[in-house]
């Protein structure tokens, strides 16, 4: 069984939300990237925190079945991108978040509203 990209979408911020992740956003990529439906951005405020956040995604994911295609930047924890294929989380440490500043990159991207 896999999970549709807005069902995985749900399980990256609930893992994120978690572990206190700060600023937890979800922009919709559809029509706009040929990579990805979404992204989940969100930070935290210490390179421990940004590594206990991509380690609850991948823990939820590989429970649910989910496959974790890849992660990066885990051991400097400045900025980690788990890919989960239809859904990047992009897990910044607070600073590095500020400076690169991605949302800006995606500003034609919907940002999508949790119920």
């Known amino acids: ?3 549709q990209p807005e069902a995985v979408m749900s399980l990256v911020m609930d893992a994120a939300e978690d572990k206190k992740a700060m ?11 040929m990579v990805t439906d979404y ?3 969100c930070h935290g405020n ?12 991948r823990k939820r994911a590989d429970e649910k079945g989910v496959t974790v295609r890849g ?6 924890a400045r900025w980690v991108l ?6 990047v989380a ?4 607070r600073e590095d978040r500020e400076y ?15 119920v």
């Open 1 to 3: 069984m896999s999970l």
């Open 23 to 33: 600023n937890l956003v979800a922009l919709n990529l559809e029509g706009l990237s």
């Open 39 to 41: 992204f989940v951005i």
């Open 46 to 57: 210490s390179e421990t925190q940004v590594q206990a956040i991509a380690t609850e995604i």
């Open 71 to 76: 992660i990066e930047g885990v051991n400097t």
């Open 82 to 87: 788990v890919d989960l294929g239809d859904v």
């Open 90 to 93: 992009h897990v910044f440490h």
């Open 100 to 114: 690169y500043n991605i949302e800006r990159l995606w500003s034609d991207a919907k940002v999508v509203e949790r």
